[in-house]
């Protein structure tokens, strides 16, 4: 962020969605799936790095952080790593990743009574740290997704459905932030 404060003086919309997403985006989602941040303040010091970003654009200071994402059409990190998460538990459905244990995401076929085909079984944790791990966490995001998303055909159908899925989802219950 410091190498496009220094080097650019002005930085419109397009200039800058183009350095963010090829030069600050690929460092706040590397492992995405294996590093996810906990605790509130490692949240809140990535998000931190986004928020700052945005301020760069003169037009949008005045704006709040959420407004500011929405005019320049970026979702928040914390909405990525969801969406990342629930893509990855796609691929391993779909045999496109190789899992080395394959009980860690056991299908629930023989009680499920409503919902898609491929709803996931979530196993009781004790302890904290097994509640964040990638296959409990990723549990209740897969099993709300609907039919028509989990069986999509490819992963780019997949994704797109999911994009719309989870924005009609956020209108309905915040028509705020859009």
Same mark, same amino acid.
């Given at each position: 962020?410091?190498?496009?404060?220094? $080097?650019?003086?002005?930085? +419109?919309?397009?200039?800058?969605?183009?350095? *963010? &997403?090829?030069?600050?985006?690929?460092?706040?989602? *590397? @492992?995405?799936?294996?590093?996810?941040?906990?605790?509130?303040?490692?949240?809140? @010091?990535?998000? +931190?790095?986004?928020?700052? @970003?945005?301020?760069?654009?003169?037009?949008?200071?005045?704006? !709040?952080?959420?407004?500011?994402?929405?005019?320049?059409?970026?979702?928040?990190?914390?909405?990525?790593? /969801?969406?990342?998460?629930?893509?990855?538990?796609?691929?391993?459905?779909? !045999? &496109?990743?190789?899992?080395?244990?394959?009980?860690?995401?056991?299908?629930? $076929?023989? &009680?499920?009574?409503?919902?898609?085909?491929? /709803?996931?079984?979530?196993?009781?944790? =004790?302890?904290?740290?097994?509640?964040?791990?990638?296959?409990? =966490?990723?549990?209740? +995001?897969?099993?709300?997704?609907?039919?028509?998303?989990?069986? @999509?055909?490819?992963?780019?159908?997949? =994704?797109?459905?999911?994009? /719309?899925?989870?924005?009609?989802?956020?209108?309905?219950?915040?028509?705020?932030?859009?």
């Amino acid at each position: 962020m410091g190498l496009i404060r220094r $080097t650019f003086t002005e930085i +419109n919309k397009e200039m800058f969605l183009q350095l *963010y &997403k090829s030069l600050i985006h690929p460092h706040l989602e *590397y @492992a995405v799936s294996v590093w996810y941040p906990i605790l509130k303040k490692d949240i809140r @010091a990535v998000e +931190n790095v986004q928020r700052r @970003a945005t301020n760069l654009l003169k037009g949008l200071k005045d704006l !709040g952080y959420q407004q500011r994402l929405f005019s320049l059409g970026l979702p928040s990190l914390e909405y990525r790593r /969801k969406r990342y998460d629930v893509i990855q538990v796609y691929r391993i459905l779909q !045999g &496109k990743d190789i899992v080395v244990n394959k009980e860690m995401l056991k299908s629930n $076929t023989e &009680k499920r009574t409503r919902g898609h085909n491929f /709803k996931l079984e979530k196993r009781h944790c =004790r302890l904290d740290i097994r509640k964040n791990n990638f296959s409990i =966490r990723v549990i209740n +995001n897969w099993n709300s997704l609907p039919y028509y998303v989990v069986n @999509a055909e490819t992963l780019n159908q997949f =994704r797109s459905s999911l994009n /719309k899925f989870w924005k009609n989802e956020e209108t309905k219950f915040n028509p705020s932030c859009y």
